[in-house]
């Protein structure tokens, strides 16, 4: 089984303010995983209001090349990966946030 060092240790607690090592981490990991979701649900976010609709809509009407722009257009594909990469890290980091809660 892994083990913290003391340095990293004595960072948790101090940066927490926190007594009990298992609680330092549980709050360190339980705001970055917070923070995380919130930075990719604002990613999410800002290409709803862009294309106005939801991703699976948008993947949708790119696959079947009815969307307003031209689909194969540099920054038609980019809005594509980053929203599809947002989308599944959202994904990822939310349900390793159900599982530790």
């Given at each position: ?79 594509f ?11 990822h ?9």
């Amino acid at each position: 089984m892994p083990t913290l060092s003391p340095d990293v240790g004595a960072h948790l607690l101090r940066a927490t303010r926190s007594q009990d090592l298992d609680e330092a981490f549980d709050k360190v990991l339980s705001e970055y995983l917070e923070l995380k979701i919130a930075a990719l649900q604002d990613t999410t976010d800002r290409l709803e209001e862009k294309w106005g609709m939801e991703f699976s809509t948008f993947k949708r009407r790119l696959a079947e090349d009815d969307l307003p722009d031209d689909g194969y257009s540099h920054d038609v594909e980019q809005d594509f990966w980053e929203w599809e990469e947002a989308e599944t890290l959202k994904a990822h980091y939310q349900t390793v946030q159900a599982e530790w809660m």
